[in-house]
């Protein structure tokens, strides 16, 4: 195997969280025969600096992408998100017009856009999503993020002034031709913008969570200081941001210099030893005990006889469940917002999803929280709507919060 980025041979495996299917690949009961699994493991290239997937952990996109269950717009906290950041874009760049959202899943970030007076364009690769999009009057393009997609665009509305990309950078299997195709998009005063976990954070809060076969890429910021450099674009600007658990935002520009922030948050990374691939295997092996430490409290809270119902099935919490080995014996369903997970089963452990309204009608002894990062607004919205719980936060440090009624 090759470095993705640099082409370097200098690899080195740290982790593996065994076989997994895809985290997104949700399940009717009819298929539960032709599930497929691959490896989930992770390697590091010594030479720039980038933690990869290994090779046979890879999984092609059209197996992963074309029918997405993850609507970005049912969670209320990145709808708030998405709306901050378009405002931000207003204020940061005032002359800016036009706006090509890279990864638009079903239009979160597009509505703010146009309702503050940008002219954005989302461009998606899963029908389901594009469709739901156009549905609500956000012009996106199903497709993939191309060399034709890119020649139509600028043919038909030119250069742009600002590309976003959500969450996207991670997922992408060759990004040397995406880097291309945003230089050849957008115009030379023109601005990327894109968010990604940022790997860093992962390794200090042993959030193993994300990772899953859909993040191809894992960045820190001297992996991608590398990456641009090889495609003459500078990062100018880099914000840490609280999404997925730990994220950056990163400004990417083709002629101007880095910041202060940039340069701090490297010599943050030196400090850390982030280079270091001892600190890789130190994360592996701290994994396993949090992994075990679950595992632990859950069969313990299951020998007492007492119910466990997750709340939240995004791709994350297949990571979590089939890394700890539990299914529907441990849990016995997980309650999730999104109607298009309702009716489904979680991918390998065959835990059936349902509405959240099963608490009008059952109450766990305890509510296991899969997405831990909106944990506050979760609690609050069970609470006010259905009954105080007892709660398990499996990440980024396990806890039970008891109810004290």
């Not at 874009?89 to 005032?94: A, D, G, R, V």
């Not at 023109?190 to 390794?203: C, K, N, P």
């Not at 990417?252 to 340069?263: A, E, F, G, M, Y």
């Amino acid at each position: 195997m090759k470095c993705r980025s640099c082409k370097s041979e200098e690899l080195r495996d740290f982790l593996s969280l065994n076989n997994q299917p895809p985290a997104n690949a949700f399940l009717k009961r009819e298929d539960f025969n032709n599930e497929r699994i691959y490896p989930l493991e992770l390697t590091f290239c010594s030479k720039c600096l980038l933690i990869q997937l290994t090779d046979q952990s890879f999984v092609e996109r059209d197996n992963l992408f074309l029918n997405y269950a993850y609507a970005s717009s049912i969670s209320g906290g990145l709808r708030n998100h998405f709306n901050e950041f378009a405002h931000k874009l207003k204020e940061s760049f005032p002359n800016a017009e036009s706006v090509v959202d890279i990864g638009s899943n079903d239009g979160i970030l597009l509505k703010p856009l146009l309702e503050i007076g940008f002219s954005a364009i989302g461009i998606e690769p899963a029908t389901n999503l594009a469709s739901i999009a156009n549905k609500n009057g956000l012009d996106t393009i199903c497709s993939y993020f191309d060399r034709k997609t890119v020649n139509k665009m600028i043919n038909k509305t030119g250069n742009v002034d600002i590309i976003t990309a959500s969450n996207v950078f991670a997922h992408l299997e060759n990004y040397h031709e995406f880097i291309e195709n945003v230089k050849l998009l957008l115009n030379e005063k023109g601005i990327f913008i894109f968010e990604v976990q940022y790997f860093a954070d992962m390794l200090k809060e042993l959030t193993f969570d994300n990772i899953y076969h859909e993040h191809v890429m894992y960045y820190t910021v001297h992996s991608l200081v590398n990456l641009f450099q090889m495609h003459k674009m500078n990062i100018v600007d880099i914000e840490k941001i609280p999404t997925h658990g730990g994220s950056i935002r990163v400004y990417v520009s083709k002629d101007s210099r880095p910041n202060q922030n940039v340069l701090s948050l490297l010599q943050e990374e030196r400090s850390d030893q982030i280079g270091n691939f001892q600190i890789m295997e130190e994360f592996s092996q701290k994994l396993e005990i949090n992994i075990q430490e679950i595992n632990n409290l859950v069969n313990k809270i299951c020998n007492e006889n007492k119910t466990i119902f997750g709340y939240g099935a995004p791709a994350k919490s297949s990571t979590i469940i089939n890394s700890i080995g539990l299914n529907n014996k441990h849990i016995e369903l997980i309650i999730e917002d999104s109607p298009l997970k309702q009716g489904l089963f979680t991918p390998g452990s065959h835990i059936p999803i349902t509405s959240p309204d099963i608490l009008l009608k059952r109450k766990p002894d305890y509510l296991m929280i899969f997405a831990w990062n909106y944990a506050d607004e979760i609690i609050k919205k069970v609470e006010e709507k259905y009954s105080k719980m007892n709660y398990i936060i499996p990440m980024p440090e396990l806890k039970i919060i008891k109810n004290k009624d």
